[in-house]
Every structure is written in C-alpha cells, then in structure tokens.
C-alpha cells in the first residue's frame, strides 16, 4: 500500500499568499489613487414634502422653498476616493453630507407625520447625507478624450423634521439606490481639462441625479489640480411613507490629490 503524502498547511498558506501578491503586483504598480476634497456654497431649488404620502391619512403637502425662509447659502463638503487600475478599471467612494435649516414663514396649518404644526416658532430640517460605492470601466481611451461607464450603490441617511414648542416630528430614511455611473474627460492642453461626471437614474417611484461640470487645472505636474465648477443633486421618491422631491445648486471648488 501506498503510503499518504503529508502536506505543511503552513507553508501552503504562505505559498498561497506569496503568489497572491505577485499576481497583483504589476496591477499595484500601474496604478493611481486619486483623492478629491470639495467645499463650496449650496442653495435650494425646491424641496416638496408630504409625510405620510398614502390616499388615507394623507399629510399637508408643503415646501420648504415656498412655506419656509431657508438658512440661506451654506457651505458644504465633499470627499471622493478613487483607485484606477491599469488606466481602465476605476474603483471609487464618495461621501456626501448635507443638512439645510428652515423657519416657516406661512400660517398655512401642517399636518406632518401624526403631528399639526402652525404659526411662528415653526422650524425644520432636512437631512440627506450620502455615502456612495462606485465602479467605473473606460469605454474611451484617447489622448485628449477619456469616456468611463458603471454603476454605482447609493446609500442614503436621510430625514425630515419639524419641530414646534419641544414637539418634533420626524421621518427618517436608511436605503440604498443603484445608480448608473460615468465620467467624461476632455484635455484640450496638458495643463486644462474639461469634466462632466455623476450618478443618475429614473425609476418608477422615483428618481436620483448627482452631476458636476467643471475644470480642472495642474497646479503641480500631474500629482495636485484644482478643480471648480457647478453641481446639480437632484431626485426624490413618491411612496407611501413619503412625497419628496428636492433639488439643491453646489457652486463647487477644491483640490484633487494623485498618487
């Protein structure tokens, strides 16, 4: 009989990990992580809300463009973190918060998620902070024109709120949303770039859109650019638990980081 043949799991492993590594080495070295930090000064378009939305029970359709007085402009941030691999295969995550203050300015009566609210001393709150996991492939890979295409998972942490003598009432949202994904470059010197990039999708109950369309400029070599332009978030859903429909306008600059 022939005897068994004895394997060193030890070694197994560290030979497993060992070509694991240089599989993946010549893909590390080709390449670049890209860090994008933007601040700037957003306003509101509209933002419409009914809390509950459902045909019984309905609550008061109101806005807080039109029903409130804002907090005016206010300033934003923005972080992006990409990884591309071998000029095609683009790996990124975004972090997106945002919160706008309102003061009613109507006496009109609300009816707002098992609540009535009227009169001064009326406040509210809209919350909508994102976090998004993306992946993108280059469809267009020319010298001065670069063309990528994918999906992204939007993860939203959202809430509405008003609030009146200590009473608040709100209606809070933790969900996710895919998105389709791109991103449009054009160079026409080696220094100024051209970029049109966002999420977008519509869907039956609702819609989402997060585009930018700006420059970028090299500030040093190809390692630090600066980067401005205008932003449009836009979208909402029309479900039962809730009517809202929002868009906001980000006047948008800051750095973006290659290594």
Known sequence: MMGSIKIDNSKYIMMKYFFTILFFIPLMLSAQLRLSLESGAVTTGY??????????????????????????????????????????????????????????????????????????????????????????????????????????????????????????SDDTDLGYVPLVSFELNYAPTDKLGFLLKGDALVGPVGRAEDVFAGILYDIYKDSLQLKAGYRIIEGGADVDQVYNFALFHFMDVGIVIRL
């Open 47 to 168: 933002n419409d809300v009914r809390v509950p939305n459902a045909d019984l029970d309905a609550g008061t359709l109101f806005s807080y463009t039109d029903d409130f007085d804002s907090d005016g402009s206010v300033i934003f941030f923005r972080g992006e973190l990409a990884y591309t691999i071998n000029s095609k295969h683009t790996i990124e995550a975004t972090a997106v918060p945002l919160t706008r203050n309102y003061t009613i300015n109507t006496d009109r009566e609300i009816k707002f998620a098992g609540n009535t609210f009227q009169g001064e001393g009326v406040t509210g709150s809209y919350q909508f902070n994102t976090y998004r996991f993306s992946y993108r492939y280059r469809i267009v890979d020319k010298s001065k024109f670069k063309f990528d295409l994918g999906a992204s998972l939007l993860v939203r942490d959202a809430r509405i709120a008003l609030s009146q003598a200590g009473v608040t």
